[in-house]
């Protein structure tokens, strides 16, 4: 049975409805995820119809935050694990290792150890972030199993205004539940066409406590984070750019990094030292102003992930792939493009220990087209090849080689001004995956027979009808995700995620509203699965709602609003999980002044878990075992910032 009955719900739902009333100017950081999807040069397009794009609002909340501020505002997006060095990702309920992820062009995804993130990234140095859920084009990239997510870094022409040259913000917060205190630095600069930027980024802080009083041990705030971006762009539109960031936290964490604790067992620690670097290098070619048939786009670049824990093993595993991307793209008209090229990566897991040193290794090649077309007035077609060619090498020495092809399409048609119906195929070539290199040594070594593993394949359908009547747009989709030969700890296993989502925004003078709500299930071989089962590929997460609203107050420099984040009861677990999820109401606040006379500062403050909910997110693993104490989320955190530019 369904819950949602919270007073503090109900209440900013309450409050929602009389902001709706008040008297307000246009405001300058929006809700609407138009404004950022406009950076998507594909936006618009047929395969582009069930991407969720995160908004300016979102993206400036998130700056001193982590990703789980990032994606609060969007339902189909759940991050669970409370602590950067922790969050897992899942759209539409599937781990985001099996998405193609890029940041600035260049393949992520390193398959970390599994009790923390392969995709930690620092929200602060981004200027864009879309999920591309289910169907992704072929110009993806390889391994779009379940889509493609996509994060883009600032320029320098995002912090500076028009007609400066030198400038940058200052940005500080405090949290009190945790005492967390962080800075971040910008500057950036340019000169006849060349362009600088760097960024710096610390958080420090004590261990924070739940919503029930107690404190998280190995919670602490600890993470510095760094970019460097340098470019050239000549007065024809040729831009080369450079960048390079790393994100690092070391720090005692609980021993099982995304558990809150274990019952029974082996005895182990409460906290043990976790030691993380992640590092993404890039270098790219594109021409700003190309509109012809000669467009062409060259990425380069490396990504690695590094988990070294000293005790008890002194274990050290890393992961990295080094990608290459170059692309054409034929424009045939204002609307039509066809977009061809070949993209590579070397991926690698490593183990070392006392004596040890343990890899998997894979090379992939592959070519690619993707056609984007709008061959009469309302509707729009999208469709792509690409095949792949991938030899896989294990820890034994043991190599195959296994080759593919992979299709979708898309199609969008506006039935009317205001009634658009969409859907979407795909069946991609996944090839072998690269296990997590912590499990290289588990005895008998390895676990698996690499003679029975199988390349994997991915099917995706997604069906969905938008409707838009001035600042009111809903929508809605189904969808279904398979996976045929997932690589499992010890041998392949089918999974399937599938679902609908539905959503609404509506904007108006100076404020604007989104409701999203997402309903889906994962199996593993046919059965309903728990969160051990799915591990890696997907999670039970059933109904999650988010809600957002904000509003100018008048011409005062005030900005008011607030957030409701929702898990329903969820009650399909299988017969190896004791327990059902039980649903959670979160209710977060907060105000927001720009003084009119000083249009540079922005103070805010901001009241997360305003009711001190005692709860684990949705998405963190484990709830629905009585031996797993879940990673329960911070309890009422009243944070204070300041942005200043200069």
Same mark, same amino acid.
């Given at each position: 049975?369904? @819950? ?47 991407? &969720? ?5 979102? #993206? ?39 998405? @193609? ?443 999650? #709602?988010?809600?957002?609203? &904000? ?96």
């Amino acid at each position: 049975m369904t @819950r949602f009955n919270s007073a503090g719900a109900r209440g900013l739902l309450c409050a929602s409805v009389s902001l709706f009333a008040l008297p307000a100017l246009a405001q300058d950081i929006s809700l609407d995820p138009i404004l950022v999807a406009q950076q998507d040069e594909q936006a618009g397009a047929a395969d582009r119809a069930t991407t &969720q794009y995160v908004s300016q609002a979102e #993206l400036e909340r998130a700056r001193t935050g982590d990703l789980k501020d990032l994606f609060a505002g969007i339902a189909s997006v759940s991050v669970g694990g409370a602590m950067p060095i922790a969050q897992k990702i899942f759209v539409n309920g599937v781990d985001m290792l099996n998405l @193609r992820v890029t940041l600035d062009g260049v393949a992520q995804n390193n398959r970390a150890f599994h009790h923390v993130s392969a995709n930690a990234i620092d929200p602060g140095l981004l200027k864009a972030a879309r999920a591309d859920a289910g169907v992704a084009a072929a110009d993806a990239g390889p391994h779009a199993m379940a889509g493609s997510v996509v994060f883009e870094t600032v320029d320098a022409g995002d912090i500076l205004a028009d007609g400066q040259n030198i400038g940058g913000n200052l940005r500080l917060s405090y949290a009190d539940n945790g005492k967390t205190l962080t800075g971040a630095l910008t500057a950036a600069g340019r000169h006849e066409g060349f362009e600088w930027l760097g960024y710096l980024k610390s958080a420090q802080g004590d261990d924070y406590q739940a919503g029930a009083g107690n404190t998280i041990q190995g919670s602490r705030a600890d993470l510095q984070s760094g970019l460097v971006k340098l470019a050239y762009e000549s007065d024809q539109g040729d831009r080369i750019e450079f960048s390079a960031q790393q994100l690092r936290d070391k720090a005692l964490r609980p021993y099982r990094a995304n558990f809150g604790g274990t019952i029974g067992g082996r005895p182990t620690p409460a906290t043990r030292v976790y030691d993380t670097t992640r590092t993404s290098v890039s270098l790219s070619y594109e021409n700003t102003q190309a509109t012809g048939l000669w467009d062409p786009k060259l990425v380069i670049g490396f990504s690695e992930s590094e988990v070294n824990v000293p005790d008890p093993y002194s274990s050290e595993g890393t992961s990295g792939t080094t990608s290459l991307t170059l692309q054409n793209t034929f424009n045939l008209s204002e609307r039509d493009t066809v977009t061809v090229g070949l993209d590579a990566y070397r991926r690698n897991g490593l183990y070392e220990g006392p004596g040890l040193r343990l890899e998997e290794k894979s090379r992939n090649i592959g070519v690619f087209a993707q056609a984007r077309l709008e061959p009469v007035e309302r509707l729009k077609l999208s469709f792509g090849l690409r095949a792949d060619r991938q030899t896989f090498t294990g820890v034994t020495g043991w190599q195959d080689t296994n080759s593919g092809l992979s299709g979708n399409a898309s199609v969008s048609y506006g039935v009317t001004d205001a009634l658009t119906l969409r859907a979407g195929v795909s069946s991609v070539f996944g090839g072998i995956d690269i296990e997590d290199n912590y499990t290289f040594d588990r005895a008998p070594r390895p676990l698996w027979s690499y003679a029975t593993l199988k390349p994997s394949r991915s099917e995706n359908i997604v069906a969905g009808v938008d409707w838009t009547d001035g600042r009111l747009t809903l929508g809605g989709e189904v969808f279904q995700t398979k996976i045929d030969n997932a690589r499992g700890a010890e041998d392949n296993f089918d999974f399937e995620s599938r679902g609908f989502n539905l959503g609404g925004t509506y904007g108006w003078g100076g404020g604007f509203a989104r409701l999203t709500y997402s309903n889906s299930k994962v199996t593993v071989n046919g059965t309903a699965s728990s969160s051990y089962d799915a591990q890696d590929f997907g999670a039970p997460l059933g109904q999650v #709602l988010a809600f957002e609203v &904000q509003q100018e107050v008048g011409a005062s420099g005030w900005t008011l609003g607030g957030s409701l984040d929702v898990a329903f009861d969820y009650n399909t677990v299988p017969a190896d999980a004791q327990n059902s999820l039980k649903g959670y109401e979160v209710v977060n606040v907060f105000a927001e002044y720009v003084p009119p006379r000083m249009q540079n500062l922005r103070l805010r403050a901001e009241v997360t878990n305003l009711f001190d909910t005692d709860f684990a997110d949705r998405a963190t693993y484990g709830a629905d075992f009585n031996t797993v104490i879940p990673l329960r989320e911070p309890g009422r955190t009243v944070t204070l910032s300041l942005v200043s530019k200069f």
